[in-house]
């Protein structure tokens, strides 16, 4: 299995809302990473685990909460967005943390009303 | 500051040879990669390079030639799916390691 799947495919969301993202992956990798791509810009990271264990947030505001609950699957917890949060939430993991290309999920495309 | 530039956007014809350049700025450098990514679809790994030189595969190849800085990712034998977008990503160095992507560059593959 060498695919990383993400849940949601779409989602439409009001601000006053509480939404979860969800990503799964079974090749055993142990670094996973929350994305968000708007439209013609590249991926801007947002979170990095690494063996489970949160080991960068760049400086995400707290309305989007990550969670690790097991090596193979990667949560993220939505709770009163904005619009301009509005945009592409792409899952990937690799086998160490920023080492080695990337596996992306398809992503999740989120619409904050 | 850490810095990665290629062009914008590119057009070429289908069949024909296309290179897209990178030259990149960084704390440090652990290996250059190329991604592609088709519209509304996230990005797909093409290519890896940590020493200099050119790695093949199939009708892609990567260039790397770390003391200037610069890559380069050739298409040849272009077809109408490799209209895409092709993001130059570099990996940096130290404890803080992440990668630093490019903008990317649009590819039209015209008929």
């Known amino acids: 299995d060498t695919e990383v799947t993400q849940t949601p495919k779409h989602l439409v969301m009001g601000m006053t809302n509480k939404k979860s993202l969800k990503c799964e992956q079974h090749?055993?990798?142990?670094?996973m990473y929350w994305y968000k791509q708007k439209a013609k810009k590249p991926p801007e990271l947002m979170f990095v685990?690494?063996?489970?264990?949160?080991?960068i947030n760049e400086s995400v505001p707290s309305r989007f909460s990550p969670e690790c609950p097991n090596s193979s699957l990667l949560n993220l917890h939505l709770h009163a967005l904005q619009p301009e949060d509005s945009a592409l939430y792409l899952c990937?993991?690799?086998?160490?943390?920023?080492?080695?290309?990337?596996?992306f999920g398809e992503g999740s495309r989120l619409t904050v009303l | 500051g850490q810095n990665i530039d290629q062009p914008t956007e590119m057009t070429a014809t289908e069949g024909a040879i296309v290179q897209i350049n990178c030259t990149y700025q960084?704390?440090?450098?652990?290996?250059l990669f190329w991604y592609q990514q088709h519209a509304g679809e996230a990005p797909t790994f093409l290519s890896y390079?940590?020493l200099d030189g050119l790695e093949e595969k199939g009708r892609f190849s990567s260039f790397l030639s770390r003391s200037k800085g610069y890559s380069y990712l050739l298409l040849k034998e272009l077809q109408m799916k490799d209209s895409a977008s092709y993001l130059c990503?570099?990996?940096?160095?130290?404890?803080?390691?992440?990668?630093?992507w490019g903008l990317g560059t649009s590819l039209a593959v015209n008929p």
């Open positions: 990937a993991s690799n086998w160490g943390a920023n080492t080695g290309e990337l596996f």
């Open positions: 090749m055993g990798h142990r670094a």
């Open positions: 685990y690494s063996y489970e264990k949160l080991s």
């Open positions: 960084t704390s440090g450098f652990n290996g």
């Open positions: 390079n940590v």
């Open positions: 990503a570099v990996s940096n160095a130290g404890n803080n390691r992440k990668l630093i």
